[in-house]
């Protein structure tokens, strides 16, 4: 094994297919001409072949990949088959990262969208976090690593799953299929112990594009550590390009594994949360009893949280809506963000005369909520709520948030409650990684929140868990009125009185145009911060703005009672505005004061920012 060289050992991880999915070329066609792309066999003698050792001899391989992503010529001493072999499409595997997920397209059907997260092109990337999986774990050669599979409600989840599991199955891995699942749960079920219903798994794998429309799909992963980083995404994605162009021909058949196994870990999930509002009441059974709480889930995967969480404490549910998994989404989007989406939970509030409404995205790991008299506590009003709630059991904590919450945020989190308000990058990820990071030298924090309605509490695990953010509202009111303190959503509205929203409140989208001569060469990234550099630089002579002493993320101005910001994408060619002032009025002065700073870069679209100025 040891003399093996890493030419021959890269050609373990080569994608071979299925017997009984030979058919698969024609089916698929120009999307994806490749036999199923499964098996990582081992090497014995000058040919490939499949044994049920393959987990530990997959382990003893990897010993000697050595970077093995970097090479591209690689040879196999197998037998050639004598079938021709199907074309191969190029997949450029690196533009399917989005941050620390993989998103692309998974259904055909929208024009100028072709289908990107084909079968073949999702068992790859399976493989590449199989092997990731392997590196990173070093278990012991005795004992099968387990992983965890679980979707929201999209159209093309089953197939996807499908590959998945064949894929990680045919590695010598262990399979636990959740079906129907929440983000949340998935990273939950690397902490859970209890072998009765096969936890922890050693990683798990959401398959969910978050709000984006039916068409579109991809993949989170975790382990006990949390969610992955970019860098073990592109990590992952350099295997699967790897395994994915090193395609040789069919001709060895593997049999899958039995380890596919299928669990209602949603059911535990769910028993948590429950577990955890009746604590926080003192223990009582149904420390919601006589309160109406309707939920939106938008047809994702939320709606579990009306009967599963809600109902057992006592709550009353009547008027919830758009419950039931439908991966078309045909009432609104699933996005607390979304004005669409907030107006239907509202008006369901009010048809229903509710207490309180909750509304989640796609796959549960963001959420806002609606008080009794429709007021939305979403975006910088939920931070600021579930900043009066963490200070009052963490006093002096420092809240860490994304780039475009409010000045007025800063003033209620600091003056009113006494916290630290720490404005970070923009990025789910980032802003949790930098409430961790502070944890580590001494700066105490607690809550992690983005203004898209992610939320991570330390308390759980650092986690971004919608569903556990509304968790911590109904411990709210549970204690509160367990305790005589309170009834009804006031006991939240209360929390953020003297609150200052922004009377205008707006993005644009500057695109970058990467054909323009004027980038002269340059990538949108180097000439996003050029844009950036030059508006910063015209900024500091003129005294009607101030630049923001601490920023880590594009450049930030006030000036008119109001502010501006204005910084590069995570991943698009793009630089978006955002702009907040007590009135339309002064919103457009700090939008002439952008435009006239970048009227020179001709690559820049400003159309957007010339229609908001004009008069």
Not at 44 to 55: D, E, I, Q, R, V
Not at 121 to 131: D, L, M, Q, S
Not at 255 to 277: F, P, W
Not at 397 to 420: C, M
Request: hydrophobic share 40%; with cysteine.
């Amino acid at each position: 094994m040891a003399a093996l060289s890493g030419k021959v050992v890269q050609n373990v991880f080569i994608a071979q297919f299925y017997q009984q999915n030979r058919q698969f070329g024609t089916q698929y066609q120009r999307d994806s001409c490749v036999p199923y792309m499964c098996a990582l066999p081992p090497f014995h003698g000058g040919k490939l072949a499949w044994t049920s050792n393959s987990s530990m001899q997959m382990r003893n391989l990897l010993k000697y990949q050595n970077g093995f992503v970097n090479r591209r010529t690689f040879y196999c001493n197998a037998a050639s088959s004598a079938t021709a072999i199907p074309s191969l499409d190029k997949v450029d595997f690196l533009k399917l990262q989005n941050g620390s997920d993989i998103r692309g397209v998974a259904v055909s059907g929208v024009e100028g969208e072709p289908v990107s997260l084909t079968e073949p092109v999702t068992e790859a990337i399976a493989a590449g976090f199989a092997a990731w999986l392997l590196d990173k774990k070093k278990v012991d050669a005795s004992r099968k690593l387990r992983v965890a599979i679980g979707h929201d409600s999209r159209i093309s989840a089953q197939k996807l799953q499908d590959a998945v599991s064949r894929c990680i199955a045919s590695a010598g891995l262990d399979v636990v299929q959740y079906g129907l699942a929440s983000t949340p749960a998935m990273f939950n079920s690397t902490l859970t112990e209890d072998e009765a219903i096969l936890c922890p798994a050693d990683g798990a794998i959401m398959i969910t594009a978050s709000h984006l429309p039916y068409n579109r799909n991809g993949f989170k992963f975790f382990t006990n550590d949390g969610g992955l980083g970019k860098n073990d995404i592109k990590d992952i994605l350099e295997r699967a390009a790897s395994i994915y162009s090193n395609f040789l021909a069919k001709g060895y058949s593997v049999k899958a594994s039995e380890s596919v196994k299928k669990i209602d870990y949603m059911a535990v999930y769910t028993s948590d949360l429950v577990k955890a509002v009746r604590k926080a009441a003192g223990n009582i059974e149904k420390p919601l009893e006589g309160f109406h709480i309707v939920v939106d889930a938008g047809n994702g995967a939320g709606g579990f949280f009306a009967a599963k969480v809600l109902e057992p404490l006592g709550a009353i549910t009547s008027g919830s809506q758009f419950l039931e998994p439908d991966g078309m989404f045909p009432n609104h989007i699933p996005n607390p963000e979304d004005k669409a989406a907030m107006k239907a939970i509202t008006q369901a509030v009010l048809d229903n005369k509710a207490n309180l409404g909750i509304i989640f995205d796609t796959d549960v790991d963001r959420s806002a909520a609606v008080d009794s008299t429709g007021r939305e506590l979403n975006r910088n009003c939920l931070i600021a709520l579930m900043s009066a709630i963490v200070l009052e059991e963490h006093p002096g904590t420092t809240i860490v948030t994304d780039s475009v919450t409010s000045d007025g945020l800063t003033s209620f989190i600091e003056k009113k409650l006494g916290g630290k308000h720490h404005r970070f990058k923009r990025g789910y990820k980032n802003v949790i990684d930098e409430a961790i990071r502070l944890n580590s030298i001494g700066e105490e924090s607690h809550l992690a929140i983005e203004t898209s309605g992610h939320g991570a509490l330390k308390e759980n695990h650092w986690l971004d868990d919608g569903a556990y953010l509304m968790v911590k509202l109904l411990n709210k009111l549970a204690s509160a009125r367990a305790s005589g303190k309170g009834v009804g959503s006031k006991v939240l509205t209360d929390l953020v009185e003297g609150l200052e929203e922004p009377a205008i409140a707006v993005e644009l989208r500057l695109k970058i145009n990467q054909n323009h001569p004027d980038l002269k060469g340059r990538s949108f990234r180097e000439y996003g911060e050029a844009v950036l550099q030059h508006l910063g630089n015209s900024i500091a002579s003129n005294p009607k703005l101030q630049k923001a002493p601490v920023n880590y993320e594009g450049v930030r101005v006030s000036g008119f009672g109001g502010w501006f910001l204005l910084r590069l994408s995570l991943h698009d060619p793009v630089l978006p505005l955002n702009i907040e002032a007590p009135s339309h009025e002064d919103a457009v002065k700090l939008g002439h004061e952008v435009a006239a700073a970048v009227k020179e870069f001709q690559a820049l679209d400003t159309s957007a920012l010339d229609k908001f100025v004009q008069p």
